[in-house]
């Protein structure tokens, strides 16, 4: 009996090797033929399933983020208030601090191998950008998609700091502070639009 193959999820299985082929050898640098001896398969199978290197990145982008999505919504499983909510997705930070810094290494190691208006009218990561804004009010509970951009833009800080190795940078410590500065702003913003009514 001939053996019956998911594409689907083999795709996804190759995709996730290829952020640790990322992670080590860099996007810039590696080939697809390094790409597709690092997975084990030929460039036939590789090019079969993506026909990029760029669209494998790509693709790897979308699947990480849908994934990372999933995982911080379980981990904000059974928290109530705004600030416990904030807390846990800095210990959801925290606790796969190795991999969403290997992830950071990838994405600047993507801009530095690629044309900068490529970057920014790319719809992958207009969709992976909307959606994680969208996440971010979801998780917290408010529709203020400039406070979602500057949290984005704070984990970004933070990681940027762990990969420059400042001891000084506690993730828990920067979500618990974060916390109270959300919460102090959403509170101010509530008042004047109740003197605004």
Not at 21 to 28: D, P, R, T
Not at 60 to 87: F, H, P, S
Not at 165 to 187: D, K
Request: aromatic content about 10%; overall charge negative; glycine content about 6%.
């Amino acid at each position: 009996m001939p053996k019956i193959v998911d594409h689907e999820q083999y795709r996804r299985e190759l995709l996730n090797k290829c952020f640790d082929l990322f992670a080590e050898k860099g996007y810039g640098s590696i080939t697809m033929r390094q790409i597709a001896d690092g997975l084990g398969v030929s460039t036939g199978t590789l090019y079969h399933y993506f026909p990029s290197k760029k669209a494998i990145y790509e693709q790897l982008v979308e699947e990480i983020n849908r994934q990372d999505l999933l995982k911080a919504a379980a981990e904000l499983e059974g928290t109530k208030t705004l600030q416990e909510r904030i807390e846990a997705c800095g210990r959801f930070i925290q606790k796969n601090e190795d991999y969403f810094i290997k992830q950071t290494f990838i994405m600047i190691d993507f801009c530095q191998s690629s044309d900068a208006q490529e970057i920014k009218g790319n719809p992958v990561f207009k969709l992976t950008i909307e959606r994680t804004l969208q996440a971010v009010c979801e998780f917290l509970g408010f529709e203020d998609r400039a406070l979602a951009a500057f949290i984005m833009a704070h984990i970004d800080g933070l990681l940027l700091q762990k990969i420059w190795e400042n001891e000084e940078v506690s993730i828990s410590e920067q979500f618990e502070i974060l916390g109270q500065m959300i919460a102090m702003y959403l509170e101010k913003k509530n008042l004047q639009n109740e003197e605004k009514s």
